[in-house]
């Protein structure tokens, strides 16, 4: 991501989500949180 000068990290989640329950984007919420803070932690080191 050189346009936004820093290295952005990605997590990819199923797509469509704009249908999608308020459980079941809670399910995938849980599902991404893991990858996501193991990645701030990364930028923290």
């Known amino acids: 991501m050189k346009a936004l ?3 952005a990290g990605l997590v990819w989640v199923p ?3 704009q249908n999608r ?3 079941e984007l ?3 919420a849980d599902t991404a949180v893991e990858q ?3 990645m701030i932690q990364r930028q923290g080191a």
Do not use: N, Y
Request: hydrophobic share 65%; aromatic share 6%.
């Open 5 to 7: 000068g820093f290295a």
């Open 15 to 17: 797509h469509p989500i």
């Open 21 to 23: 329950t308020p459980a």
């Open 26 to 28: 809670a399910a995938i």
């Open 36 to 38: 996501i803070l193991a």
